[in-house]
């Protein structure tokens, strides 16, 4: 069955950086699109970012444009998330998702705060 393990998550200051992971498996990773998804408590779940199957095409969120970048290594069935500039309202939990599968990860918590 498909499976999405995120890792790296924690607490960091404001301005820090943080690298998320998601590896993969159960499903031919190299064909699908990727995404990475945040919810903040009482906030809907939102598009952080998304990487095309070859890793050609990303498009990202407003909110994160220009401090994260994702990124996907299909050999190691991976798609990292790059975060810096790290703000308060990036606190939330954040979710590796296939969307054609319709598949979530069980999430990691990020917590910015000084």
């Known amino acids: 069955q498909v499976q999405l393990v995120e890792s790296g998550g924690g607490l960091v200051q404001p301005g820090g950086s943080l690298r998320l992971s998601c590896v993969a498996s159960?499903?031919?990773?190299?064909?699908?699109?990727m995404s990475w998804y945040r919810q903040a408590p009482g906030k809907e779940r939102e598009l952080v970012a998304r990487i095309t199957n070859s890793g050609g095409g990303t498009n990202y969120g407003d909110i994160v444009k220009g401090r994260f970048t994702i990124s996907r290594d299909n050999a190691k069935k991976t798609v990292i998330l790059q975060m810096s500039s790290l703000k308060p309202d990036d606190t939330a939990v954040y979710y590796c998702?296939?969307?054609?599968?319709?598949?979530w990860g069980q999430g990691t918590q990020v917590t910015v705060s000084s």
């Open positions: 998702h296939v969307e054609a599968l319709n598949s």
């Open positions: 159960g499903f031919p990773f190299s064909l699908f699109t």
